[in-house]
Each structure stands twice: as C-alpha cells, then as structure tokens.
C-alpha cells in the first residue's frame, strides 16, 4: 500500500518558471526521499530529508518537511526543458523497505 | 562502476512460460530489492534482501520467486507468467544491511510483455 501520496499528479509549466509538487503521508517516518524518472529509465535519487530537518536545499531543488503535516514539498526553481521527469516521493521508516508514491508528472514546456 | 545492471531490457513471453531477471550491483551494496511500476501504480515492492542469504516478500510476491545469489546478483523468476505481470520491473541496492532507509539505486529496467 502507498505510504507517500503526490500531488498534482501531473503539472506543465513554462521553462523558467518555478515547479511545486507536494508530497502526504501516513505514518511516522526516519526520512523522506524524492526521486526522478525520465521516460523509460529507472528513478535517480535527488534529495534526502531527515524527520529532524525541516528544509534542505540542492542547486535548484528546495525540499520542505512538516513532520507535524505529515507532508513534504519539492521546489524546482526556474524549471527546464530537461526538467520533464516523473517526481516520486519515498518514506523511510526504521527497518521497513522505502514506500513509494504514485508520482507527479512535470511537463516543462520551452 | 556500472552501477545497478539489469538484464534482459525487453521480454516478451506466452501465457504459462516461465524466465529469470537478472539484476547485478557493483557498489558492494548489502540490501537488494525488486519492484515492478505499472501505468498509475508508481512502484510496488516485490521481494527484498537484507543481506546475502536473506530474503523476504514484499507488497505483491505473488506469482514470483528471488534468489540472492552473492552479494552482487539479486535474481527474480517468474515460474509461469501470467498477463498480469506485464509490467516494468526495476532492480535496487542500498548500502547497509538491513537500514531499508537508506538511498536505493536503481537499474534501467526490464520491459516485460505477458501474451
């Protein structure tokens, strides 16, 4: 069953413009982890959240966690062509295997 | 470092034949893991190992069988396949025994068509 649920599940902006997609879950977790997957490859990880961080940055990738939410939310700053991906959000908890969302289609239109 | 290899890349199969997934890391990973994505479904977990020796069923372990052959070769085997396993499969490693936390790295995926 999907632990992380994404939401929209499919968004298209113009290429420059910023991407948010959002990220809710049920239950307690270590950390939260997003993915990308272009069309036809495996997912490639992106960025990590630990349950105590409550935001985390990499080169345009902004990651929020509101533990109190349950919820995450993943920024994409001044979006590419190359950006178009699917975005997956994964929880992590203890000794349990990651739990995946169903992902958040991101069309970026030069 | 090749990373996670999966093979083969595309599969097509009749109703009630049966193959193995091989999937190989060369990152001296300890945990494994098999998944299949379906159109809408993101990702299901099959089976999983911990470490070398250990295996255990996931979401949907229906109808599949694993084998961790050494630490790199984690293989899935579908005795007889069925059209509802046409799906895209994805081997994964993370590093540490057991922390299923952990970053996974994925391979490219097998393409499988049950006719």
């Known amino acids: 069953s999907q632990q992380g649920e994404e939401d929209p599940q499919a968004l298209s902006i113009q290429e420059g413009e910023n991407a948010t997609m959002n990220c809710s879950y049920k239950?307690?977790?270590?950390?939260l982890q997003w993915y990308r997957q272009n069309s036809g490859r495996g997912l490639v990880h992106l960025i990590l959240?630990?349950?105590?961080?409550r935001e985390k940055h990499s080169g345009r990738l902004r990651v929020t966690l509101d533990t109190s939410k349950k919820s995450s939310s993943l920024l994409i700053t001044a979006s590419r062509a190359a950006d178009t991906a699917s975005y997956f959000c994964a929880t992590g908890s203890g000794n349990t295997p990651l739990v995946f969302g169903k992902g958040t289609r991101l069309s970026v239109i030069a | 470092n090749a990373g996670v290899t999966q093979t083969p890349k595309f599969q097509v199969l009749k109703t009630g034949q049966s193959m193995t997934l091989q999937c190989a890391q060369d990152m001296n990973h300890n945990s494994m893991y098999w998944y299949r994505q379906d159109p809408g479904m993101g990702l299901r977990l099959i089976y999983y190992s911990a470490s070398e020796g250990t295996t255990d069923k996931g979401e949907v372990p229906n109808g599949y069988n694993v084998s961790r052959l050494n630490k790199r070769e984690f293989s899935l085997r579908l005795e007889s396949a069925a059209p509802s396993q046409t799906s895209v499969y994805f081997c994964a490693s993370s590093g540490i025994a057991g922390r299923h936390s952990d970053t996974q790295y994925f391979g490219p995926g097998t393409r499988l068509t049950v006719l």
């Open positions: 239950t307690s977790i270590n950390n």
């Open positions: 959240i630990r349950s105590n961080e």
